[in-house]
């Protein structure tokens, strides 16, 4: 049996499950956790919902640097060029200046609020010290 660390949100189902040195997170939504709206544009809402990753991997004992692999699922594929800067601009923020987890990016059906735009899901490998 494999062992595994869940790391709990709000919703009926884990923000991530942590397996050996593998974490994988559930897709994150643009919604702020602590204010509870979200913004209107594309840009925003991909930096909260990569933020809100990154606050999850804190949790399981990660940072951005270990994200290996993302997801990205986009209500309207136009929204594409926006979201890839935002993208660029959280990584160069986070000290990621080239070595970017390999990503796929699709255009998906509505999201639950047709207001949000994007919904980002992540892998992480956490080298424990």
């Known amino acids: 049996m ?3 660390e869940v790391i709990k949100g709000r919703a009926p189902f884990s ?8 974490v994988f ?3 994150q939504i643009p919604k702020d956790p602590i204010k509870g709206g979200w913004a209107d544009n594309i840009r925003d809402q991909t930096t909260q919902c990569l933020e809100n ?6 949790k399981a004992g990660g940072n951005v640097s270990d994200i290996v692999k ?17 993208f660029i601009d959280f990584f160069k923020k986070n000290k990621i200046e080239e070595d970017f987890p390999a990503r796929t990016a699709i255009q998906a059906g509505p999201l639950f609020y047709r207001e949000w735009l994007i919904e980002i899901e ?8």
Not at 15 to 22: C, T
Not at 122 to 129: G, H, K, L, P, R
């Open 2 to 4: 494999v062992k595994k």
């Open 15 to 22: 923000d991530a499950v942590k397996v050996g040195h593998s």
């Open 25 to 27: 997170i559930s897709g």
């Open 53 to 58: 990753i990154k606050n999850i991997l804190q």
């Open 70 to 86: 993302i997801t990205i699922f986009l209500t309207n594929i136009e929204n594409y060029g926006g979201m890839n800067e935002a």
């Open 122 to 129: 992540a892998v992480a490998i956490i080298q424990e010290i």
